[in-house]
């Protein structure tokens, strides 16, 4: 049997039942050492906010007007996994580089976040979770026009899109509708 380094030598006493209780006592007070990513963070660019907690990492989706959930996954180690719902799953890695947490995701794409207080009281959160036509029109609007960089590119006013979009949004009787406005919306950028 091993002996985990919590247990203290047991000086002459033999059998296993008395091992395993003085194993159970001794080792049932320490706590595992945290995780060096535990907390939360934000990705410089993207919109992400991280939160990592023992085993579990939530994503969301920051912009001035929500923080939308994105996604979540589970941690081993320094192991992502997580799962994307129909849009399949994520692997990833965290290391950290000084003060600065990085995330690679199969040698192709890298996301770097610092370290920020927790941001569970935001009231953005609230926000995030209202269905209504005009608070989601207001986050996918605000998510882009925070984080997407190629409006001149694609020849896109994205101000007059808004002006254009928005009471179309806000009239919609169905969530159909609403999509089919967003799609609009969003169909320039291709």
Not at 31 to 55: F, H, M, Q, V
Not at 59 to 82: M, N, Q
């Amino acid at each position: 049997m091993r002996v985990p380094a919590c247990a203290p030598k047991a000086a002459g006493l033999a059998g296993p039942a008395f091992a395993a209780l003085l194993l159970l006592a001794s080792c049932a007070s320490q706590k595992p050492a945290p995780s060096p990513y535990e907390g939360s963070w934000r990705t410089e660019g993207y919109g992400y906010l991280i939160e990592i907690k023992g085993d579990r990492v939530r994503f969301d989706e920051e912009s001035a007007a929500a923080i939308v959930p994105s996604f979540a996954g589970r941690l081993s180690g320094d192991r992502l996994s997580a799962s994307l719902g129909p849009f399949g799953s994520l692997e990833g890695r965290f290391s950290l580089e000084g003060e600065v947490l990085v995330l690679s995701f199969d040698d192709t794409a890298r996301r770097v976040a610092g370290r920020i207080p927790s941001f569970r009281g935001d009231p953005r959160i609230a926000a995030g979770r209202d269905r209504s036509n005009a608070a989601v029109f207001d986050a996918l609007w605000s998510a882009f026009d925070e984080h997407y960089a190629f409006f001149d590119l694609r020849g896109v006013d994205w101000q007059a899109a808004r002006e254009k979009h928005r009471p179309r949004a806000l009239a919609a009787r169905s969530s159909r509708e609403l999509f089919a406005v967003l799609s609009e919306l969003l169909a320039p950028l291709r």
